[in-house]
């Protein structure tokens, strides 16, 4: 069994700073891809940022320059640092992550998702 917990999210203001961690635990062998999606209110959930195993990352269009995405192998931690945050990015916010578990199966999980609240 492997759990994803989030950690993180809050109120700030427009301008202000959050980052937020996912933490995995349980039978796990390997991570692979790890990534951040949102979802707002009446609308689609979305891609965020992505990073590869090897440390290769994408953004959405609406957050490059703001959002950094990075991971520790060591602690099977992934980490979105969101700066100048925007109204607009209020969300709720999900990582998903790739698993390899340690019987050999491989599994897509989600967090249990994080609010993000950017308003004064």
């Known amino acids: 069994q492997v759990q994803l917990v989030e950690s993180g999210g809050g109120l700030v203001q427009p301008g202000g700073s959050l980052r937020l961690s996912c933490a995995a635990s349980?039978?796990?062998?390997?991570?692979?891809?790890m990534g951040w999606y949102r979802q707002a209110p009446g609308k689609e959930r979305e891609l965020v940022a992505g990073?590869?195993?090897?440390?290769?990352?994408n953004y959405a269009d609406s957050v490059r320059g703001r959002f950094t995405i990075s991971r520790d192998n060591a602690k099977n931690t992934v980490y979105l640092q969101m700066n100048s945050l925007k109204p607009e990015d209020t969300a709720v916010y999900y990582c998903?992550?790739?698993?390899?578990?340690?019987w050999g199966t491989g599994i897509n999980y989600w967090g249990q998702g994080t609010q993000v609240t950017v308003s004064s």
């Open positions: 990073i590869t195993s090897g440390g290769s990352t």
């Open positions: 998903n992550e790739d698993i390899l578990t340690r």
């Open positions: 349980g039978s796990i062998f390997r991570i692979n891809a």
